[in-house]
């Protein structure tokens, strides 16, 4: 079985200070890593996802994400924050043979001017 | 063109009343989803079919109905709204073992 743990679910930077968005994972077999974006009143867009090639992995507006075997985690960053990054944020896991995500409690993030 | 696509975007109905969201994509992917995000934005599991048959059906009360006649399409009907129906309603669709991708949502509200 699989699940995903976001902690801190709200979030708060100022404009231009690096986002640091946490993710730990549970999968008993190599895990498939997602990350996805809401805005408000809008469905979740794909940011990145992690297959199992490089660990590290870089999605649309400058997000990116490592992945972290030992730690069993998955954050995500950007090293600038803008206002229009303010939204909620979903982490998500599944498996190669998987038809079943797993998402977490998301993370709203808010960029202070 | 719309990958995942699903209407009506906006529904307001009565309580007790009889309402379906419809759902398709065109991405030709194998499974499709309904997801429920309630208001403190949490994303729950409802249903998921493969191939036209169901393969996840989590604890959801029998008022609720997916039906789905194609791959490409997954619709949700509800029987007798009640008030804690009320959330947004995401249809999506994956190929097995890779990205899930999501409609814009049904916001429903029960009056």
């Known amino acids: 079985a699989q699940s995903v743990t976001q902690l801190g679910s709200h979030v708060s930077v100022s404009e231009g200070a690096l986002v640091l968005l946490r993710c730990n994972y549970s999968?008993?077999?190599?895990?498939?890593l997602f990350w996805y974006v809401q805005y408000p009143n809008q469905g979740l867009q794909l940011l990145l996802k992690?297959?199992?090639?490089?660990?590290l992995v870089k999605g649309i507006n400058g997000f990116e994400a490592e992945f972290k075997k030992s730690e069993t985690s998955f954050h995500l960053t950007k090293p600038s924050a803008h206002m229009s990054d303010a939204a909620e944020y979903f982490c998500?896991?599944?498996?190669?043979?998987?038809?079943?995500?797993?998402f977490g409690t998301g993370t709203s993030l808010t960029v202070i001017p | 063109d719309t990958a995942v696509s699903q209407t009506p975007k906006y529904l307001v109905t009565q309580m007790g009343n009889d309402k379906s969201i419809k759902c398709e994509q065109n991405?030709?992917?194998?499974?499709m989803y309904w997801y429920k995000q309630d208001s403190k934005k949490f994303l729950k599991i409802m249903f998921s079919?493969?191939?036209?048959?169901?393969?996840i059906n989590e604890t959801v009360p029998n008022r609720f109905s997916p039906k789905s006649p194609d791959k490409a399409h997954l619709n949700l009907h509800i029987n007798s709204l009640e008030l804690g129906d009320s959330a947004v309603y995401f249809c999506?669709?994956?190929?097995?073992?890779?990205?899930?991708?999501f409609g814009e949502g049904s916001w429903l509200t029960v009056v």
């Open positions: 999506a669709s994956s190929p097995i073992g890779n990205t899930i991708y």
């Open positions: 999968s008993s077999v190599p895990p498939y």
């Open positions: 992690y297959t199992s090639a490089a660990t």
């Open positions: 998500a896991v599944t498996t190669n043979t998987g038809n079943q995500f797993y």
């Open positions: 991405l030709g992917h194998d499974t």
């Open positions: 079919y493969n191939n036209k048959e169901l393969i």
